[in-house]
Nanobody
Framework: QVQLVESGGGLVQPGGSLRLSCEAS????????MSWYRQALGKERELVAA????????NYADSGKGRFTISRDNAKNTVYLQMNSLKPEDTAVYFC????????????WGQGTQVTVSS
């Protein structure tokens, strides 16, 4: 059974840090492009960061450049999003996403984890 389970969200003050985790089961994250998306209340879901399959590079939306780092631990089949210098505008539900397009398209979403940046 394919599953993506996010964790690590919560309430943090502006300037603080959080590390989100996305543990995968039922497939191998190293073979997929793994991404983090977020959706703020009343807004569309947007890409935050992505990391390619084995050997692939990481890419970031302008909103997270210099503050967010996406990484992958193949041994744990887990993807992380380290978020530093958080701002109130980072408040959103963060979703983990997996995509592989080889012959057929395989795409999976996690259930999301809430991040709230507020004093």
């Amino acid at each position: 059974q394919v599953q993506l389970v996010e964790s690590g969200g919560g309430l943090v003050q502006p300037g603080g840090s959080l590390r989100l985790s996305c543990e995968a089961s039922g497939f191998t994250v190293s073979m997929y492009t793994m991404s983090w998306y977020r959706q703020a209340l009343g807004k569309e879901r947007e890409l935050v960061a992505a990391i390619g399959s084995t050997g692939g590079s990481a890419n970031y939306a302008d909103s997270g450049k210099g503050r967010f780092t996406i990484s992958r631990d193949n041994a744990k089949n887990t993807v992380y999003l380290q978020m530093n210098s958080l701002k109130p505008e980072d408040t959103a539900v963060y979703f983990c996403h997996a995509l592989r397009v080889v012959v057929i398209r395989r795409e999976y979403w996690g259930q999301g984890t809430q991040v709230t940046v507020s004093s």
